[in-house]
């Protein structure tokens, strides 16, 4: 079945140390990105990307890393300068990237808590 | 601007009862788009519907209906006789034919808890 794969499901870091998380789909979407959930505040655009080699910052970039060297996959970075990491990511694709009317298909989130 | 705002935050119900979860939302594009997403304990959104801005027929599957008013700038959505499997956080979205890059605009979510 197609889908979205994020790994781990929970994820575990200390302060001061960088950390990917990973975002799989095999829905030939071109488009992907990356939203992070924290109670009370819905869900908040970090990055996206409409083709490979190719990515934007969304509203809160900051503190954060992606690479799309492959159309299926999408990484994020979590870097120590993200001072506020621990919250619940969730990565989503569409098929066009300006014309996502057909709506998103969501993974099932990494939920990060920093130790 | 397009903004989407539902004021609810959390609604407990008791199972069988009727809810109807409220969203209102901004926009200047004249084609545009309405979503609602429900999101299990589980964590993944499961898309629920889309309507577009030309349609503006109510719509029901099941137990499920939703109300799209153009002149009121509200997609609101019922749960009829509700389920314990219907305790989720429910999400309105809006996605604008003109958009690029950030193509959703999520509302805040509203918390439903039915209660047995």
């Known amino acids: 079945d197609g889908g979205i794969t994020q790994s781990p499901k929970y994820l575990f870091r200390k302060e001061g140390q960088n950390v990917t998380l990973s975002c799989e789909q095999n829905l030939n979407h071109d488009a992907m990105y990356w939203y992070r959930q924290d109670p009370g505040q819905g869900l908040r655009l970090i990055y996206y990307s409409q083709i490979v080699n190719d990515f934007q910052k969304g509203d809160i970039a900051e503190g954060y890393s992606v690479s799309r060297e492959k159309k299926e996959s999408f990484p994020l970075t979590v870097t120590s300068a993200q001072k506020n990491p621990t919250a619940f990511y969730l990565c989503?694709?569409?098929?066009?990237?300006?014309?996502?009317?057909?709506?998103?298909?969501f993974g099932s989130g990494t939920r990060l808590t920093v130790v | 601007a397009q903004k989407v705002t539902q004021a609810q935050t959390e609604i407990s119900v008791v199972e069988k009862e009727d809810v109807t979860l409220d969203c209102v939302y901004e926009?200047?594009?004249?084609?545009?788009?309405l979503f609602w997403y429900k999101q299990p304990p589980s964590g993944e959104l499961v898309f629920l519907i889309r309507?577009?801005?030309?349609?503006?027929q109510n719509e029901i599957s099941g137990r499920y209906s939703w109300n799209f008013q153009k002149s009121t700038s509200s997609f609101n959505f019922t749960i009829t006789a509700s389920q314990v499997v219907d305790s989720a956080v429910y999400f309105c979205a809006l996605s604008g034919l003109s958009n690029t890059g950030n193509q959703f605009y999520f509302g805040t979510g509203t918390s439903l808890t039915v209660i047995p």
């Open positions: 989503a694709s569409s098929i066009e990237g300006t014309r996502a009317h057909r709506g998103y298909t």
């Open positions: 926009t200047r594009d004249t084609t545009y788009y």
């Open positions: 309507r577009n801005s030309f349609d503006e």
